[in-house]
């Protein structure tokens, strides 16, 4: 076996956020040997959020702690996370995988458990990165409920920002929804009903071009005309940023069935259209994306793999004799 190549493993689990370390843990649980894989600390984008108020069992919780009780629960049932990013995943012609990392190293194992998540498309202006977690968003239901009775932003025009713009008002007292057209992208029926809510003003032609705060956070939006130029403030406590989500799926070699944004269909398994892929988290194509759905995912998923390799090893006996 060349130096650079790792084997061993009964699964490898790409990814340490919420589902990625659940997925080591039940693994760990299930007396699989269990590779996991991060090219950050463990946590993901959990370590991006301040104040997690929606996880059973927490009623108020640092987004960086809970990443540290998953964490130490997985390595409680003796999960190994790896710090290193991975370049690509590939089945190869003898039924196993492949998972090359930058470092120049390839795992093998029979399965692996995409949890790589997904990434916000960013507004790309100054200010975003400053006030990350203390004003600037993209999960409504994540925070909106810590700007009650304020006055928030919401930046976007497809679905998503259309139907958290109205979810928004429940804590909200006004939300303006920015878009750089004179027309949504969301549909119909969500427009309407942002049309009939008394506290969404929609502020038409405009794109950001900087987010303005201060010690206490947010304080207002730098507006451009995108017919006229002109530009103009928007007094605001917070601003929502949804205008694209990207699935980390583009890692996988070879094609999957996908929905139209890019997101991995599985079965009730977890099972991806490729034999042994199982996908958890938001790389999965679903409803809603929490870190509760994730865990759940996770759940059944590890387990599905347990079930997994019980049948190819079965299958192997069998050819043996």
């Known amino acids: 076996m060349p130096d650079n190549e790792m084997n061993g493993y009964d699964v490898i689990i790409v990814g340490a956020g919420p589902a990625g370390l659940c997925a080591a843990m039940y693994a760990g649980r299930g007396m699989l040997k269990a590779l996991t894989i991060e090219r950050g600390a463990p946590g993901g984008e959990l370590l991006n959020t301040d104040l997690v108020e929606d996880y059973p069992g927490f ?37 196993a995988f492949e998972v090359e990392t930058e470092r120049d190293v390839t795992y093998r194992a029979p399965a692996v458990i995409l949890t790589a998540g997904g990434t916000p498309v960013k507004l790309g202006v100054p200010g975003e990165r400053e006030y990350a977690g203390k004003g600037v968003s993209y999960c409504a239901v994540c925070d909106g409920a810590f700007f009650k009775g304020e006055v928030l932003a919401v930046v976007g025009g497809g679905d998503a920002a259309v139907e958290e713009a109205d979810y928004l008002t429940r804590y909200a007292s006004k939300v303006y929804i920015v878009h750089r057209r004179d027309e949504f992208r969301a549909s119909k029926i969500l427009q309407q009903r942002a049309f009939a809510n008394p506290k969404i003003e929609v502020v038409w032609n405009k794109k950001v071009s900087e987010i303005v705060g201060n010690e206490r956070g947010v304080e207002h939006l730098a507006l451009e005309d995108t017919v006229t130029g002109a530009r103009s ?89």
């Open 233 to 321: 403030r928007l007094p605001v406590g917070g601003v929502f940023v949804f205008i694209g989500f990207k699935p980390n799926t583009g890692i996988v070699e070879g094609h999957f069935a996908h929905d139209a944004g890019g997101y991995m269909i599985t079965d009730d398994r977890m099972m991806t259209s490729i034999p042994g892929l199982f996908a958890a988290g938001d790389v999965r194509a679903q409803l809603t994306r929490q870190v509760t759905t994730a865990v759940g995912d996770a759940t059944t998923a590890a387990i599905a793999v347990e079930k997994y390799l019980a049948v190819l090893r079965e299958k192997e006996k069998a050819a043996v004799t």
């Open 59 to 95: 009623e108020t919780i640092k987004g960086w702690e809970l990443s540290q009780k998953m964490a130490d629960h997985a390595r409680k049932f003796g999960a190994e996370i790896l710090s290193d990013t991975v370049r690509v995943v590939r089945k190869t012609d003898d039924g």
